[in-house]
């Protein structure tokens, strides 16, 4: 008996719908960049708050430890535990109860870039509260930033910070920050150290020590710091006091900061 023979093309047609059904999958599911993340949060009603800290992914499981900054159903310093899925090019986040408070998160996009969604359900604060997110990635701010500050070293007073950002994360979902300052045309202070200062998405925390051109020590910080652009930055911009020193009392709330 014979049989009829089967067309080579048509048997490459039904192998590669075979391999079509059976090998796509996980690997149709993007991959988002690890590390510092920043969200930023526009409500249907109400001001811009932002959701900043460490983002990793393990194949298709998210796992996030950020801070809420400007927002009023969040303190700064309240670290907010969030999980969540990549599914194709889409990504759910929910965070921990904190007070009641869930944060949902819905969004799509590239690895880099994400758009969609938010939500907050539970609580007596914000239960309720939605509207739309962007988030991306924060590169590392390791560099030098400089800008002018005022008080009574003199308004020509220049300040560079050359930051250094740790490569992983703190328990916090932070990433620490190190690095030395130096002052140009000061009358009190010469240079320093950055010490127990961190960033978040797209806020810093600054705290540093001073040498004095008298021999003293002094403390200065630069808080409540946003960058300009998370994706790109290339200024930040916060409140400047000097705590103790030399030059005790200075202080400036509108010192930008230029990466050089």
């Not at 140009?184 to 978040?200: H, K």
């Not at 998405?201 to 300009?228: A, C, Q």
């Amino acid at each position: 008996m014979k049989f009829a023979s089967f067309p080579k093309l048509a048997l490459f047609s039904v192998l590669a719908g075979v391999f079509a059904l059976t090998g796509c999958g996980a690997s149709n599911n993007m991959a988002l960049t690890q590390g510092n993340w920043s969200m930023t949060a526009t409500p249907s009603a109400g001001a811009t708050f932002y959701i900043g800290g460490n983002l990793t992914q393990s194949g298709t499981n998210l796992v996030g430890t950020m801070s809420v900054v400007k927002s009023n159903c969040y303190s700064p310093s309240q670290t907010v535990a969030f999980t969540g899925t990549v599914k194709g090019k889409n990504v759910t986040l929910t965070s921990a109860s904190v007070g009641g408070e869930v944060i949902t998160v819905t969004a799509t996009g590239t690895a880099a870039s994400l758009t969609g969604t938010y939500s907050i359900a539970g609580g007596t604060t914000c239960n309720g509260d939605n509207g739309t997110l962007t988030a991306t990635p924060v590169p590392s701010i390791s560099a030098t930033w400089s800008g002018p500050i005022t008080g009574s070293g003199g308004s020509n007073v220049t300040l560079a910070i050359a930051f250094t950002q740790a490569a992983t994360a703190s328990a916090d979902g932070t990433f620490a920050l190190t690095g030395n300052v130096t002052f140009t045309n000061s009358s009190c202070s010469l240079n320093g150290t950055v010490n127990g200062s961190f960033i978040a998405g797209p806020y810093l925390v600054v705290n540093g020590l001073t040498n004095e051109v008298s021999g003293n020590t002094g403390d200065f910080t630069y808080t409540f710091v946003f960058l300009d652009n998370p994706a790109s930055p290339t200024n930040m911009k916060g409140d400047y006091h000097i705590v103790d020193g030399d030059c005790a009392g200075d202080s400036d709330t509108t010192p930008t900061f230029t990466k050089q």
